[in-house]
């Protein structure tokens, strides 16, 4: 069985968070007055599960960059497909 990459925080660190409240949080940008109406609500794609095999080696070039390494995988699978879309289009 692997193990998660998990971030282990103290007891402590872990209290001070729970009386942590909304005014806790920093200010953000300036939305503007038209923002809500500007905006447009953008549902994430549905992914396919599947078990894929690659070479070991790949595989370790993504997941030594950290969290989220499937989700780069994915953007540079998708960076290819559209390149070659737009070679095949000209």
Known sequence: ???KNTTHISDEELDAQKDLT???APEGPELGADFWDRAKLVMPRTKQHMSLRLDPDIVAFFKA?????QTRMNAV???YVEAHRNE???
Do not use: A, V, Y
Not at 65 to 69: D, I, V, Y
């Open 65 to 69: 960059q950290g969290k989220g390494w």
């Open 22 to 24: 909304r005014d806790d």
């Open 88 to 90: 095949s289009r000209d």
């Open 77 to 79: 699978l998708r960076s």
């Open 1 to 3: 069985m692997t193990e």
